[in-house]
């Protein structure tokens, strides 16, 4: 719908079909404007008022006829690169194409009158011209000071010169002026004003002479076929409401001259005009950088054109999300670029699927990449494509959910309930304001969630993924391993030993995990990192791996690293080995100062400890569930110990 409304093609077809009826000229009045710009040349030169205001009413005629002429093209170009892209389209917009066309060839003719050829290949000549010598000993130019000045005086007097003889097609008469940029600093009074003038001006009309005897010494002739590619439509769409910009609107006057006076065909499907030109005008061409691409080569017969419902590249049923997954076709890049174009969505998470990786989660940028390595896949969904069966009861669940509170104490209901998936679903619709906004950041973190390696979404670009979806992903707070480390002779720190269990491979991402290169180690959610989430660049742990290490060099702000948020059982896990921890503490007959024990109450937490279960066996094997058991029976018989020798 992007590709069709606002404005998309039905605008588009609809805009420069015909003559606007409050902005009209007719063939007779362009063909006199311009027969009065060529008669009447230099405006300064002419004395009459009414001269003048005709003069300057042709120039506005002149500007008109040729901004409408780019406008027109422009629109064309644009209305036949959606046809091209969108095959379905083609027999229903050909006849309003053709409209189109006719009127722009109108245009083209009105625009023609005011371009002087001969004017073209001038300026294109005059482009050619090296430096010449300069007269910095003429006396005629004492006035302007030493010999330093008088040849930087020169110097910028001839770059003026050919700046303004090779942008346009005007005759010499156009540009008498600019021999006053040499005297501009100096009174017109004073003594050598006159003769310094007027050497600008035999210097001027050499230049010009010399100009000219090299466009007729190449000929003036149309005899070189050029194949001129126009430049391509950005590929970030504007934003509603920003407008599109105009790839014709800074082309400068020269090239316009060239498209209008010597298109022998185009295809604006694919922005490509064949042209007829005087050599010297092709040399100039071929050698341009910027506006459009030349290569040498083409044909005066009108381009065959082609089926596109026969091109790979089209975006035909099936390549995005308008057929069922049975039915899908590989995606290409040109797909992706039309993508790109004609959505202001495209950059998000998409889900996609290849014999050689299966199903992924993949940001626009990573399957750009894929395809120019030469992988072959389709696209199944996109974040925005996600059932709203699923979704919308989940962003209603998220909305009212009372904000999570994490206390320190394990004994605490909702301890370590920063780490959780709902509080991450919290942090992603903190910020974004508007509903539209908070259910887009849900959508991206239920995509992102199913990512092996977060790493992989790095695009180089901040726009795949909003700085409220990596805090959804990301837990801000650190991990206390306490209970999982072996216990020492350190009364306060000591751990528990239990197995790390489902924990193991929880992970953990930090900009730096080597103490041997310079820098701490930093969470992508720092302000160090200017909270600009995961890249590619950053190392990816594991709990096991920083529970095997003490030689981490972290930032002391943010701890050095962000721990992906934990699954709900990761998180009963957590929890449970926390308060195993705290029994443990509790029982323990060689820490000083110890409290009272509610024996009872302990007792009682112990069998439903023993009774932890994870909601999988993944990762809870031999290894973890029967040191787990053998953890919870030995605090079992301590507390047993502890009640047999309490005498009440």
């Known amino acids: 719908m992007g590709a069709l409304g606002g404005a998309g093609l039905l605008h588009q077809l609809q805009a420069y079909a015909e003559p606007d009826e409050d902005v009209y000229w007719t063939q007779e009045e362009v063909r006199a404007a311009a027969e009065l710009l060529r008669a009447n040349p230099d405006p300064e030169a002419d004395d009459d008022d009414s001269r003048r205001e005709a003069r300057g009413e042709a120039e506005e005629l002149q500007d008109r006829v040729l901004s409408l002429w780019r406008h027109a093209a422009e629109s064309l170009y644009r209305s036949q690169a959606v046809i ?154 504007a934003r509603p409401g920003e407008g599109t910009a105009d790839v014709l609107e800074g082309m400068d006057p020269w090239t316009t001259g060239v ?84 959505s202001y ?25 894929r395809l120019a390595q030469g992988w072959t896949g389709v ?69 992102a969630r199913g990512v092996s390696d977060l790493r992989t979404l790095d695009t180089g670009r901040s726009s795949t993924l909003p700085p409220a979806v990596w805090e959804g992903l990301l837990a801000p707070a650190r991990l206390d391993l306490s209970p999982f480390r072996p216990p020492n002779g350190d009364r306060w720190r000591s751990g528990s030993g239990l197995p790390l269990g489902v924990l193991r491979h929880a992970q953990i991402y930090t900009t730096n995990a080597d103490p041997r290169l310079e820098g701490k180690g930093h969470s992508p959610l720092c302000r160090h990192t200017r909270e600009r989430g995961v890249v590619a660049s950053d190392d990816l742990l ?51 100062h110890r409290a009272p024990v509610d024996i009872l109450a302990v007792v009682n937490q112990l069998e439903e400890l023993a009774d932890w279960q994870p909601g999988s066996r993944e990762g809870w094997g031999v290894e973890g569930h029967w040191p787990w058991r053998e953890a919870v029976r030995e605090q079992r018989r301590r507390a047993e110990k502890l009640r047999s020798a309490d005498p009440s």
């Open 84 to 237: 091209a892209h969108f095959q379905w389209l083609t027999d229903w917009a050909r006849p309003k194409v053709v409209v189109k066309e006719s009127y722009l060839a109108t245009l083209r003719e009105q625009a023609a009158l005011f371009v002087d050829p001969a004017g073209l290949v001038v300026a294109a000549a005059a482009a050619t011209l090296e430096t010449p010598q300069l007269p910095a000993g003429d006396p005629a130019f004492a006035v302007l000071g030493d010999g330093r000045k008088i040849s930087a005086g020169l110097s910028a007097l001839w770059r003026r010169w050919q700046y303004d003889a090779e942008r346009g097609w005007e005759g010499p008469d156009s540009r008498e002026i600019v021999g006053h940029h040499l005297v501009r600093d100096i009174r017109s009074n004073k003594k050598g004003y006159d003769e310094a003038l007027a050497g600008a001006a035999r210097l001027i009309r050499s230049w010009e002479e010399k100009a000219r005897a090299v466009a007729e010494s190449t000929g003036m002739e149309p005899t070189v076929l050029i194949t001129a590619r126009l430049p391509e439509h950005e590929e970030e769409p």
């Open 345 to 369: 969505a495209a950059d998000q998470l998409y889900i996609v699927f290849s014999t050689g990786g299966g199903a992924e989660v993949l940001s626009l940028d990573a399957i750009e990449r």
């Open 379 to 447: 696209i199944v969904a996109s974040a925005s494509d996600l059932p709203n069966s699923v979704i919308s009861p989940w962003v209603e669940q998220v909305a009212l959910a009372p904000d999570t509170s994490d206390p320190s104490d394990a004994r605490q209901p909702g301890f370590g309930a920063a780490l959780s998936l709902t509080a991450g679903a919290q942090d992603a619709v903190r910020w974004p304001r508007g509903d539209r906004a908070k259910e887009h950041n849900l959508r991206l973190l239920a995509m």
């Open 259 to 342: 498209l209008v006076t010597w298109a022998v065909h185009a295809d604006w499907s694919r922005g490509i005009l064949t042209l007829k030109v005087p050599p010297l005008v092709a040399d100039r061409l071929l050698a341009m950088s910027g506006s459009i691409t030349c290569v040498p080569g083409g044909t005066e017969d009108a381009p065959i054109e082609a089926d596109v419902r026969e091109q790979a590249d089209t975006l035909r049923p099936g390549i995005f999300d308008d057929s069922e997954v049975f039915a899908r076709q590989p995606v290409t890049l040109a797909h992706l670029r039309a993508l790109r174009a004609y």
């Open 542 to 592: 594991t709990v096991a791996d920083l529970l095997a290490r003490d030689d981490f060099d972290w930032c002391s702000k943010c701890g050095g690293y962000a721990v992906r948020r934990l699954t709900d059982t990761q998180l009963s896990y957590y929890r449970a080995a926390h308060s195993l921890h705290d029994i443990t503490r509790q029982l323990d007959d060689s820490r000083p």
